[in-house]
Every structure is written in structure tokens, then in C-alpha cells.
């Protein structure tokens, strides 16, 4: 089975004279790196495909210190 994720793609815009991809959750420009590639793919994919609202999704949070 093929997933639904594969024809979807990051937006790309130009952030500080380079290529960045887009983070609609954070509405922020990240690094163009293989994992984010993958990530952003997925949440296009919940958002597009299934219809899943963007503020139910949440991205990576830092752990406080102990």
C-alpha cells in the first residue's frame, strides 16, 4: 500500500538570502532537512487528505530542566 503523503510537498520560501520550508504550525521558516521534509509532508497530508485542523497539531516541544 502506497502512503497518501507522497504527493504532497513543503512550501518553500526564501528566508535570509536561502531556500528554507515553511512550518504552517509554527509559522516559521525551518532548515531544508531530510526530517523536515518528512514531517511537513505528514502534516500536509493530515490537513489536506484527511481534514485534520491545523490546531489540533502540535510540533516537537523542548523538555524543561530538572
Keep these: 500500500m502506497k502512503s497518501g503523503a507522497i504527493n504532497h510537498f513543503p512550501q518553500v520560501v526564501i528566508h535570509r538570502g536561502r531556500r528554507a520550508l515553511w512550518n504552517p504550525i509554527s ?11 518528512v514531517r511537513l509532508r ?25
Design 27 to 37: 509559522r516559521q521558516p525551518l532548515v531544508n532537512r531530510p526530517e523536515e521534509r
Design 42 to 66: 505528514f502534516i500536509d497530508f493530515l490537513t489536506l487528505d484527511c481534514r485534520w485542523p491545523l490546531s489540533r497539531i502540535s510540533i516537537e516541544q523542548p523538555l524543561g530542566q530538572a
